[in-house]
C-alpha cells in the first residue's frame, strides 16, 4: 500500500500566507501539516511508500522539505507540471497523474494535505482490509449548514456505501464525508474512466460518488476529529489549538 497526499493546490483562500509558498508545508503548533500527517502513516506496517504531489511552483520547497525530513519508509514527489490556479489539474486528475506516472497497481490511502487528525489511519488500513473493499470516511455531522456544504453518506446498517450526496439541500443522513480515501488496487483503473464520463475533476469527493455506484464500497467511522484548514480564519484557529500553551 502507498500512501498518497493531494499538496498540488494553490490555496488562495489563505492568501498571502500561501501566495508564495505551499499550505501543507504551513507550520501548525511548531511542525507542518504535513509533518503532522506523516508520522502516523510511516507507523502502519502495510505503507511502504509515501506519495505526495504537488505542483511546478512548489515542487522546489518540497524537495526542500523532503531532504531534511526524517521518515522511515522512501518519500516520492510527484510534480504534476502545473504553475498557476488557472491551470491546476484538480484533485482527481492529480490522483489519475500520479497513477499513471508511477505505474502504480497498489492499494492507495489518499489524503487531503490541508487536515490535522488527532487519530490513526491505521484502523482505516484494518478496516479495508477487513471489508475487502475500497473505503471512504465518515464522521457525524450535526449541522445542517456543515452538512450542505459537504458530501453526505448515505449507507446501511454495515456502512456500505450507497450513495453520496454532494452538498445536498436536504441531507439523506449526519455523516459527512472528508477527503480521506483507500482505494483497493482493482478499482484504479476506473479513475480514468470516471474522468471520461465527467465525474469532475477537481472535488475528490466527486469521484468518490461516481465509484461507489459501481463497485462496493464502505465507510469507515473517523475515532476522532479532523481539522480541515481552508482559509485563514480555520487556519488560525487549528494553529491555536495546537500550539502549546506557555
Not at 502507498?2 to 507550520?27: C, D, E, M, Q
Not at 487519530?119 to 482490509?129: K, P, Q, T, Y
Request: charge should be negative; proline fraction near 7%.
Amino acid at each position: 500500500m502507498k500512501s498518497l497526499i493531494l499538496a498540488a493546490g494553490y490555496a488562495t483562500r489563505l492568501y498571502p500566507l500561501t501566495k508564495n509558498f505551499p499550505k501543507p508545508l504551513l507550520p501548525v503548533g511548531g511542525r507542518s501539516i504535513l509533518d503532522r500527517l506523516l508520522p502516523d502513516l510511516d507507523a502502519i506496517p502495510v505503507i511502504d511508500e509515501h506519495l505526495i504531489v504537488t505542483n511546478a511552483t512548489f515542487y522546489s520547497q518540497f524537495e526542500r522539505w523532503r531532504a531534511e525530513a526524517d521518515y522511515e519508509k522512501e518519500i516520492v514527489l510527484v510534480d504534476d507540471t502545473t504553475t498557476t490556479n488557472e491551470n491546476r489539474l484538480g484533485a482527481v486528475r492529480d490522483i489519475l497523474h500520479v497513477i499513471e506516472s508511477l505505474g502504480l497497481h497498489d492499494d492507495l490511502l489518499v489524503l487531503a494535505g490541508d487536515n490535522v487528525v488527532d487519530f490513526s489511519f491505521a484502523g482505516l488500513a484494518d478496516f479495508a482490509r477487513e471489508k475487502g473493499t475500497s473505503c471512504i470516511t465518515c464522521h457525524h455531522e450535526p449541522a445542517l449548514p456543515a452538512l450542505q456544504k459537504t458530501g453526505v453518506l448515505v449507507a446501511d446498517s454495515d456502512f456500505r456505501v450507497e450513495a453520496i450526496q454532494e452538498k445536498p439541500e436536504a441531507p439523506a443522513s449526519h455523516w459527512a464525508v472528508p477527503p480521506f480515501y483507500l482505494y483497493k488496487a482493482g478499482d484504479l483503473p476506473l479513475i480514468a474512466r470516471a474522468l471520461d464520463e465527467g465525474c469532475g475533476h477537481d472535488a475528490p469527493g466527486n469521484l468518490a460518488a461516481w465509484l461507489c455506484r459501481r463497485t462496493p464500497m464502505h465507510a469507515w467511522v473517523l475515532p476522532g476529529r479532523r481539522h480541515d484548514i481552508g482559509d485563514l480564519a480555520s487556519y488560525e484557529a487549528v494553529n491555536r489549538l495546537f500550539t502549546p500553551s506557555r
